[in-house]
Structures are given as C-alpha cells and as structure tokens.
Nanobody, 123 residues
Framework: QVQLVESGGGLVQTGDSLSLSCVASGRTFSNYAMGWFRQAPGKEREFVGVISQNGYLTTYRDPGKGRFTISRDNTKNTVYLRMNSLKPEDTAVYYC????????????????WGQGTQVTVSS
C-alpha cells in the first residue's frame, strides 16, 4: 500500500501561483510514476500531468502545459505541482496518484490516490 497526502491548496487570485505537495508513505516511492489529476464541480476527473519514477520525464495535459510544472524529490518521498498564471477555470480539487506504469495518463492506470486538496482561483 501507498498512502498519499496532498497539501498546499487554497484560495488565490487570477494570475497567482501556487505549489501543491504530495507526500507518500508505504512502499518505495521511487518505484512509482506520480500523476496529478483535478476534478471541478460537475465535471469528470481530468489528467493534469505525470512525472516518471526517476523524475527525468514529464507529460502534461494541454491546459496546464507551460503553466504547470511537476517535480519530485525521491529522498523526501514527495511530488510537487507548481502552478503559475492561475485562471478561474483551474478551480478544482487536485489529486496526486501513484502508478507502477511509465507516464500513465488515464486514471484507471493508477493504483493509489490521495484525498485531494482544493484549489480555488477567484476572478
């Protein structure tokens, strides 16, 4: 089992930046690709981006590409999501997830999920 705990969400204004963290415990963190997803009210959960097990590769969904950056520190069992130039449409609950696959983009390919952290961007 892998336990994931996100933090760093909050209320920000349009154009602000925010960094989310996700701390993992349990099995070996470096064995897992770490993804970020988000879910807005009334919408399906959507892929934000993913970082490979060693941190060398990342893939992002288009709306966040160029504004969002995922990084990880395997010594701290932590993955980060840095979000710049936030927009109201970025408002959602953000989830981190762990997968044993390489750069998975589908939620069904993830084995473990955090509880989520709310990000609200005011206009």
């Amino acid at each position: 089992q892998v336990q994931l705990v996100e933090s760093g969400g909050g209320l920000v204004q349009t154009g602000d930046s925010l960094s989310l963290s996700c701390v993992a415990s349990g099995r070996t963190f470096s064995n897992y690709a770490m993804g970020w997803f988000r879910q807005a009210p009334g919408k399906e959960r959507e892929f934000v981006g993913v970082i490979s097990q060693n941190g060398y590769l990342t893939t992002y969904r288009d709306p966040g590409k160029g504004r969002f950056t995922i990084s990880r520190d395997n010594t701290k069992n932590t993955v980060y999501l840095r979000m710049n130039s936030l927009k109201p449409e970025d408002t959602a609950v953000y989830y981190c997830a762990a997968s044993s696959k390489l750069l998975p983009q589908s939620a069904t390919q993830y084995d473990y999920w955090g509880q989520g952290t709310q990000v609200t961007v005011s206009s």
